[in-house]
């Protein structure tokens, strides 16, 4: 199961720590036909949000991007405080994925390998829920179209329309009793889908509990166990900056992996947000015989961009236009 599949399960089922929203700027009042828009879209997604805290399932979830195609088995359970999540590969290399809040374990048996770490930057279920700002309503409004069912479930589809071309827009089906996301899709600036995520089958209230799938996070008999060292900095701390902010996003977390045995300066990875969508900026010094050529690709939702900067080499990605990627690379700036 690739990173791909990763992306789009937190967007629609990650059980991990929300982390706290400050906003770039002090937005000017609204006037009331946007207070009441703002609103509306806030809404939606805390509706989203708390349903996670309510219902435990079980399902199979189905990732479909560009050609691509993974799907995963999931145990979801919570108890308002407290949530554990497994997530089985059912395509791909075997994997076992289990999230309790926001420690996250995988095992890869092939390799007889797990990895073992903290993830802070993602969000309670769903992620598009990455700050509970009303700056949101400022950058996107929602629009209820309708209702289907997915997986046997009847649901509200909600589209969450960018009001520029910055970003891409959601079209997302939420279970009509609770509001739990039970089908996703990104949409370009053009309304064409570039990924979609959903259960293929979904029982609610299973009988799940968090003793049993804690109990088998904590098997590791058998396994090295390797746990990535990340830690936390601030752009500024490392020399770096952005000469302008790009509209509506908002620095989030800035992290450092140290690059262990091969010494030198840690690779840096500084995450942006607009609350529904993310970026991230990667940086690392220049390696003539690994970075060897500058680049765009596009998979699914997810662009990215490559290139040298000074004695660095500067990767960004992000579920956002290329236009956008490229004002995050046009301004970041060495400050020493």
């Excluded at 209820?144 to 910055?166: F, N, T, Y």
């Amino acid at each position: 199961m690739n990173f791909k599949f990763f992306r789009l399960l937190a967007l629609m089922g990650c059980a991990l720590s929300a982390p706290h929203y400050v906003a770039a700027q002090t937005p000017a009042p609204a006037a009331p036909a946007q207070a009441a828009e703002t609103k509306d879209i806030n809404e939606w997604l805390m509706r989203m949000h708390e349903a996670s805290r309510n219902r435990s399932y079980v399902g199979t979830f189905v990732v479909s991007s560009g050609n691509a195609l993974s799907s995963a088995k999931i145990w979801h359970v919570c108890d308002g405080t407290q949530q554990m999540e497994r997530v089985e590969a059912l395509t791909g290399p075997p994997r076992s994925t289990f999230r309790h809040n926001d420690q996250v374990v995988t095992f890869m048996p092939e390799q007889k390998l797990i990895r073992a770490e903290k993830r802070e930057s993602l969000g309670l279920f769903p992620a598009l829920l990455k700050s509970t700002g009303s700056q949101i309503g400022d950058f996107y409004q929602a629009r209820q179209e309708g209702r289907e069912r997915v997986a046997g479930v009847d649901a509200d589809v909600i589209a969450l329309v960018p009001k520029d071309a910055m970003r891409f827009g959601y079209r997302v089906w939420a279970e009509q009793k609770k509001g739990l996301v039970v089908k996703l899709q990104t949409l370009d600036i053009d309304g064409k889908v570039l990924e979609q995520a959903a259960f293929s089958e979904l029982q609610f209230d299973a009988p799940v509990k968090i003793e049993k799938l804690a109990q088998m996070m904590n098997k590791v008999d058998g396994y090295k166990v390797e746990r990535p060292a990340l830690v936390k900095t601030t752009a500024s701390a490392e020399g770096w900056a952005l000469k302008q902010a790009v509209a509506g996003f908002t620095p989030m977390s800035c992290h450092k992996r140290p690059r262990g045995a091969q010494g030198g300066e840690a690779p840096m990875q500084w995450v942006f947000s607009d609350g529904l969508a993310s970026v991230s900026i990667f940086v690392e010094p220049f390696d003539g015989q690994r970075h060897v050529k500058e680049s765009r690709m596009s998979l699914g939702a997810t662009q990215s961009l490559t290139r040298r900067v000074e004695a660095y080499w500067l990767t960004v990605m992000g579920e956002v236009p290329m236009t956008t990627l490229s004002l995050f690379a046009d301004g970041l700036e060495r400050k020493k």
